[in-house]
């Protein structure tokens, strides 16, 4: 399981890396599909199948699938590749990559402090449930008022 | 059951949160802004989730949830903005949209 | 009867309001009874106060009618003191004030602004009464600030040429340099005696005060102050000469008869506080006697006619300094008095001439107008020996007990004498240096058909020429306020000091008619070196004294003025202004508009916290 | 209880007025000059009424119990001096208001009779909460007067005059916390009342930080150099009404705040103050005066004299003797009305040719005779001439300022030569001179009209009342000044040990 953990996170990083220097939308589109799978089955390593699933379904399957329709929609074909290219200058990396450097150095030296060890206990859709209806319930309906503000939001900005 | 360093799930998220933070502050596509910005609501949803793993709770997987729906609600909206800014400028280049300069 | 003084002032203050009120609706003729009736009421009231307080022999009257205000210790009233200083004051103006009113009925005949002129004389007439009859020195100040203000009206009268309205503004500013330190000394006094009733300040002063000590010397000078600046002495006379730009009337009332020795009045009111500070009694002569000699020295080098008689008014004001100088308090008033007379004569003369010459001034070109102006010639013949105190005038009797008492004098009352007899030798020289050129020789180009105006005008030049002769007779009644303060009242002079003090204005006439009447000796060779011109350059300008004020304090003025205008203290407020908006400007060059900018501020922003978080 | 119908009669006639101008645009005037004048007789009453000395009329209810806060009105002679001012002077601003405003008439009336009324607020309250409350419904009716009515420049000295007069405010209110906390400490509740405050003791070093936060907000409304720089932007841009209210009795509730507030409460800070005060003073009127001499804007140059005059008050409060006190009133008076009709002369001039800029102007006195007539009045007035309101002030102060400080005084006297040297220039560049039409429209230049000349004539009754027999206004403030003085007496002899 330690070797998949690590598989898993090798393959998030390099298709997440794919994604934010791509040129081509679609490709970086799978991509990220593919990164957010490889989360996925991260999730699933930790003990957590049902975040696991609803990764699956719900991030890489409906909401790229919205990203997939919109591309389609604005038709963002090969001159916005060529566009770019000449927007992805190597230069334009380096203040965002020496931030988030510093931001990450800063993440590690926090996280090296801990060292923990843990033994993965699955903790399954019941225990979710139980969380979810008991004492959580007030976030469940604030996520399904946000849902359909959501919904109304986008209803409304995508109208002509 | 073999044990994994809570710290490596932890350095992974950061990792992907840094990619996505520099993904939205190089690229000037704004679907690829959005798409960055994933990442990293993402990136904070594995921590949850490493977190839940550490103390073999259920509520990070709960504060997974919430995010995942605040992501979908996101990015509904944010590709509805996406579609109007298109109309009306006929491009994603994120720069456009500089009227609040002062 | 006494007790209907307040009515003094109060007839030309109803006279001043009925014509300000009605503001030129009303005729000619009513507007003249008015104006010069008012006065003309006064003068009679006058006339019978005078006689009851004469007859009644009391040394002074106090009438009070109302407190003014009352402020703590300060309780100066609306209390008129009569003794006879102010007799002889009170009726110097009403009477000489009278006579000029009546002629300025005729004067200004033809003038648009005629009620306008009368309502400022009557004010300045009730002011000027307020000034001699006040028993306090805030009423005497206010009497002392209303004369100015009528002083600054009637110099620019003729509004609409900008230089009269540049002299009124100089008269008033200089006199009210004076004013303020006369105020100053007003405050000095009050600090320290805690009323500013004159009699008790006096009491007072000599009890408190010790002769020769600093505070009297003080208080002294402060009021010295005032009383050069009202009375156009030395370092404050440069005013006067073109305060001539009003009205000839105004000249002879204002700015020869009354108000311009209301500073000798200031003097003699005050005496015990010259007394007790003997300094600065002796800096008075010296004042007196410099101005008398730089004012005759200026006006032997004048061509207007006006300013000939405004130098001579300061001359003579400065024999009065002198007088007072030496501590020969009446003679100084009589001189006053008589002067009121001779150079009221005068200028209503040169009123006269100036009319028939159609408002030509210079006496250059006159000549020869005994025949035709033979009125004119006579006040002014009789105005010119009253000056130059020829033998039996009034002019004589007068500055011959001045002179008389600056040589009994110790120590530099000699030197005090001989100036003043010098200044009468010059005395000579210019008035009859204008007699001789403007009534003698040949008739120089301007027609001049004869006398202007009717009996209005002509009477009260012939009382004026009685007056002028025959003043030297008659006897003030001042004894009792000078009483402790005088000396010697008798002059015994040797006949040599007398004789030379007859001869010498005579010997000044002789020379004046040697160059103009004559013309056996010639102005043109004494003024062919350049030195005599620059002399008379230098004399002409009055000692160039305009010229130094102007640089010494009216340019600095300006200059501070001008470059200040925008305010430098709101020119700060501007600055932080500026710097404020400068650093919005560079708060806002931050607000680029690009999102991507504002997502790396915001990370940046975590990076920042972070570190904090992890350093401490 | 009459002074909050005072004080509520002008808040309600106000809306009244902004209500009545959809009925008729020329009702609101009306409105105003009525409830302006129910007012005056209403004050009138008091006079009768009372010792001076004592408390005319007074009102206490609680407002704020748990901060000590009271709804606190009282009015004592000098207050009912002030406030008999402020109405004369608000029906005179009425009046001249008449038929310049025209545009949104009944929201300016609005404005007008709410500035009274905080006026009316500042000259009563003896709740510092409430008085502070005062003095902001003063400023901001007063903002708009001047930003919607004004003249070209109008944003820019209506924002200054707010900011100045806010910030200093703020100054104001956090000495007024600090002192309502030193109360606290020391006697255990809170408490705003003046009474309660003037019992509150210091250490000297926080008793003179704490004073001038008052000292601040109060030169800047009177004003005094180097806080003057607001008044004559706000003067020269306002309208004639808003020259008249800022002139005649805003710049007073500075000086009334001086007497009643700053000294009593903090009187060793003031005494050990005063030398420096004074020297603002006398700077103030040296300083303004000449600047006053090179403006070209008539209402700028009117301004700057405004603030040298005021510098006698500010020199006559710190000398704190009975003469300089009751000059300083005196001013206070005589300056409202003489500085309110310059200004109203001014307006009316700028009405008739559209220009302030003296150079374009000169020889109106053949034009204008009546106007010149009272112009010159008032320039005089200006100026100190004995026998009218602003010498008896002026004098007073200076007798009184003279006992405390002589060389300040001497330097101020001066101030008197310069008072002449601008108020006859005015005249002479105005009203003397050649009449010469090219440079304005005089197609509109008539002579002052029978009402302007009622205003004029009652304000220069006014002064000459106040030159004559001062003794009417010097006796209703007698009583309140002695009180105060003899209040302060023991820390003026400290201070005045400690100076040996």
Redesign the interface.
């Known amino acids: 399981m330690t070797t998949l953990f690590y598989l898993a996170g090798a393959i998030a990083v390099i298709s997440t890396f794919a994604v934010i220097v791509q040129t081509n939308i679609v490709h970086a589109l799978l991509y990220l599909i593919l990164s957010l799978l490889s989360v996925a089955v991260v999730f699933y390593v930790l003990g957590a199948p049902f975040a696991a699933v609803l990764e699956a379904i719900v991030y890489a399957g409906a909401i790229m699938v919205l990203f997939l329709f919109v591309i389609m929609m604005l038709n963002l074909g090969q001159h916005t590749r060529e566009q770019e290219r000449g927007w992805l200058a190597a230069r334009v990396f380096v203040a965002p990559a020496i931030m988030a450097a510093i931001l990450l150095g800063q993440l590690l030296n926090v996280i090296g402090q801990l060292s923990h060890d843990v033994e993965v206990t699955r903790v399954g859709v019941f225990e979710v449930s139980a969380l979810l209806f008991g004492p959580y319930v007030l976030a469940v309906e604030l996520a399904s008022i946000l849902l359909l503000a959501g919904l109304v939001a986008a209803y409304h900005l995508a109208k002509k | 059951m073999e044990t994994i360093p809570i710290e490596h799930g932890l350095i992974l998220a950061g990792i992907l949160f840094a990619l996505g933070l520099i993904g939205v502050l190089t690229r000037r596509n704004i679907v690829f802004v959005l798409m960055s910005l994933e990442i990293m609501l993402n990136a904070s949803g594995l921590a949850f989730i490493v977190a839940a793993a550490r103390w073999g709770h259920a509520e990070g997987q709960v504060m997974f949830l919430i995010i995942l729906t605040l992501a979908a609600a996101e990015v509904a909206v944010g590709l509805g903005l996406i579609i109007q800014m298109f109309r009306k400028y006929q491009t994603v280049d994120i720069n456009v949209l500089s009227e609040m300069k002062g | 009867m006494l007790d209907l003084i307040w009515l003094l002032p109060t007839f030309p203050l109803l006279g001043f309001l009925s014509l300000v009120l009605t503001s030129g609706r009303l005729p000619k003729p009513i507007v003249a009874a008015i104006g010069a009736g008012s006065v003309g009421l006064s003068f009679a009231l006058a006339a019978m106060i005078a006689m009851t307080f004469l007859g009644s022999g009391e040394d002074y009257y106090i009438v009070e009618t109302f407190t003014w205000m009352s402020v703590g210790s300060f309780t100066p009233g609306f209390s008129f003191y009569l003794d006879g200083l102010s007799l002889v004051m009170m009726l110097v103006i009403t009477g000489v004030g009278f006579l000029i009113h009546v002629y300025a009925t005729g004067y200004m005949d033809e003038d648009p602004g005629y009620s306008r002129f009368f309502s400022y004389m009557n004010l300045f007439v009730a002011a000027m009464l307020m000034l001699v009859l006040g028993d306090n020195l805030v009423l005497l100040y206010l009497g002392w600030e209303g004369v100015g203000l009528c002083s600054y009206l009637l110099i620019g009268f003729w509004y609409t040429k900008p230089e009269n309205g540049y002299a009124a503004r100089k008269a008033f500013v200089v006199t009210r340099v004076g004013d303020t330190s006369m105020a100053i000394g007003l405050f000095l006094l009050f600090a320290h005696f805690g009323t500013l009733n004159i009699q008790d300040l006096m009491h007072a002063a000599e009890i408190e005060w010790a002769t020769g000590t600093n505070l009297p010397a003080i208080a002294a000078l402060l009021l010295l102050g005032g009383a050069v600046g009202k009375s156009a002495q030395l370092p404050l006379q440069t005013w006067l000469p073109d305060a001539m730009a009003g009205p000839t009337p105004i000249s002879a009332l204002i700015h020869a008869a009354t108000m311009v020795t209301a500073g000798v009045y200031l003097i003699a009111r005050t005496h015990v506080l010259f007394e007790l500070a003997p300094d600065v009694q002796i800096l008075v002569a010296w004042i007196g006697l410099i101005t008398l000699l730089m004012a005759g020295f200026t006006a032997m080098t004048q061509t207007d006619i006006k300013r000939i008689l405004a130098f001579s008014t300061v001359s003579q004001i400065g024999y009065m300094f002198l007088g007072l100088g030496v501590g020969a308090w009446s003679a100084s008033i009589f001189h006053l008095m008589t002067h009121a007379f001779f150079k009221a004569l005068l200028f209503l003369g040169s009123g006269s001439v100036i009319l028939a010459m159609h408002h030509e001034q210079d006496i250059f070109k006159m000549g020869a107008l005994r025949k035709v102006l033979p009125i004119s010639f006579a006040s002014f013949m009789i105005g010119s020996l009253a000056l130059t105190a020829f033998p039996f005038t009034s002019g004589f009797f007068s500055k011959d007990e001045i002179l008389l008492a600056a040589i009994e004098l110790e120590g530099v009352g000699f030197w005090l004498w001989l100036g003043g007899v010098v200044g009468a030798f010059f005395t000579g020289i210019y008035t009859f240096r204008l007699m001789f050129v403007v009534f003698f020789g040949e008739n120089r180009g301007h027609h001049c058909e004869g006398e202007y105006g009717g009996w209005n005008m002509s009477v009260p030049l012939m009382i004026l020429m009685v007056l002028s002769l025959v003043g030297g007779f008659i006897h003030i009644p001042v004894e009792a306020v000078f009483s402790h303060g005088e000396a010697h009242e008798e002059h015994h002079a040797s006949l040599l000091i007398e004789g030379i003090m007859i001869a010498v204005p005579l010997i000044g006439i002789g020379i004046a008619y040697l160059f103009y009447g004559s013309k056996t000796l010639s102005v043109e060779n004494l003024m062919a070196s350049s030195l005599a011109k620059n002399l008379h350059k230098f004399w002409n300008s009055g000692w160039g004294m305009d010229w130094l004020y102007d640089r010494l304090f009216v340019f600095p003025f300006m200059w501070l003025a001008r470059i200040n205008a925008k305010d430098i203290v709101d020119q700060f407020y501007g600055l932080v202004v500026e710097i404020n908006r400068a650093a919005h400007q560079m708060i806002v060059r931050s607000q680029t508009g690009y999102l991507r900018w504002y997502a790396l501020s915001v990370a940046t922003g975590l990076v920042l916290i972070i570190t904090l978080g992890v350093l401490l | 209880m009459i002074l909050v119908i005072l004080i509520a009669l002008l808040f309600a006639g106000g809306v009244l007025a902004w209500m009545s101008e959809r009925v008729n645009p020329n009702l609101p005037r009306s409105i105003a000059l009525a409830t302006v004048l129910l007012d005056l007789l209403i004050m009138l009453t008091l006079l009768g009424s009372g010792d001076s000395g004592q408390w005319i009329a007074s009102l206490e209810a609680s407002w704020i119990p748990r901060f000590g806060i009271s709804f606190y009105l009282a009015v004592d002679g000098l207050s009912l001096l002030l406030i008999l001012l402020t109405a004369f002077l608000g029906i005179i601003a009425i009046g001249s208001a008449w038929d310049e405003i025209t545009e949104r008439a009944g929201f300016f009336y609005f404005n007008l009779l709410w500035t009274l009324a905080g006026v009316v607020g500042v000259f009563t309250a003896l709740d510092l909460f409430l008085f502070f409350f005062f003095w902001e419904v003063m400023l901001i009716p007063m903002y708009f007067i001047i930003a919607i009515w004004g003249h070209e420049n109008k944003n820019y000295a209506a924002m200054?005059f707010f900011i100045f007069t806010q910030v200093t405010g703020m100054l104001m209110l956090v000495s007024i916390l600090v002192l309502a906390y030193f109360h606290y400490v020391q006697a255990g509740v809170f408490s705003f009342n003046y009474h309660d405050l003037l019992n509150v003791s210091f250490t000297s070093r926080v008793e003179m930080w704490v004073m001038l936060g008052f000292f601040i907000a109060f030169a800047t409304k009177l004003p005094s150099?180097?806080i003057?720089?607001w008044l004559?932007d706000a003067h020269s841009q306002a309208p004639t009404a808003g020259s008249v209210i800022l002139a005649g009795i805003l710049l007073k509730t500075g000086a009334y705040g001086l007497i009643r507030f700053a000294v009593p409460l903090f009187p060793a800070a003031s005494m050990e103050f005063a030398p420096i005060a004074m020297t603002l003073a006398a700077i103030s009127i040296l300083y303004c005066a000449?600047?006053a001499?090179?403006?070209?804007d008539i209402k700028r140059l009117i301004a700057?004299t405004s603030v040298s005059h005021m510098g006698f008050v500010t020199l006559g409060v710190y000398a704190w003797?009975?003469?300089a006190l009751?000059g300083a009133v005196m001013t206070m008076l005589a300056h409202g009305l003489s500085a309110a009709a310059l200004f109203m002369l001014a307006g009316g001039l700028q009405h008739r040719i559209h220009t302030r800029s003296m150079p374009d102007m000169g020889?109106f006195?053949?034009k204008v005779?009546?106007m010149a007539?009272v112009a010159?009045f008032f320039s005089?007035a200006a100026l100190g001439?004995?026998?009218l309101g602003n010498?008896?002030g002026e004098?007073?102060a200076?007798?009184g300022a003279?006992?405390a400080n002589i060389w300040l005084?001497?330097v101020s006297?001066?101030g008197?030569?310069f008072a002449?040297?601008y108020s006859?220039?005015v005249i002479?560049k105005v009203?003397?001179?050649?009449?010469n039409s090219s440079k304005f429209d005089d197609s509109h230049l008539s002579d002052l009209s029978r009402r302007e000349m009622l205003y004029f004539g009652a304000m220069m009754i006014g002064l000459v009342w106040m030159g004559?027999?001062?003794?009417s206004f010097?006796d209703l403030s007698?009583g309140t000044l002695s009180g105060l003085l003899s209040a302060t007496a023991d820390a003026a002899v400290a201070v005045a040990e400690v100076a040996q």
């Open positions: 200054k150099v180097p003057h720089s004559p000449k600047v001499f090179a403006q070209h700057y003797n009975e003469q009751q020889g006195w053949a005779p009546r007539i010159l005089v001439m004995p026998g010498f008896i004098f007073l200076l007798l003279f006992q005084t001497v006297a001066f008197l030569i002449s040297v006859l220039w002479q009203f003397q001179g050649e009449y004559m027999y001062p003794q010097l007698a």
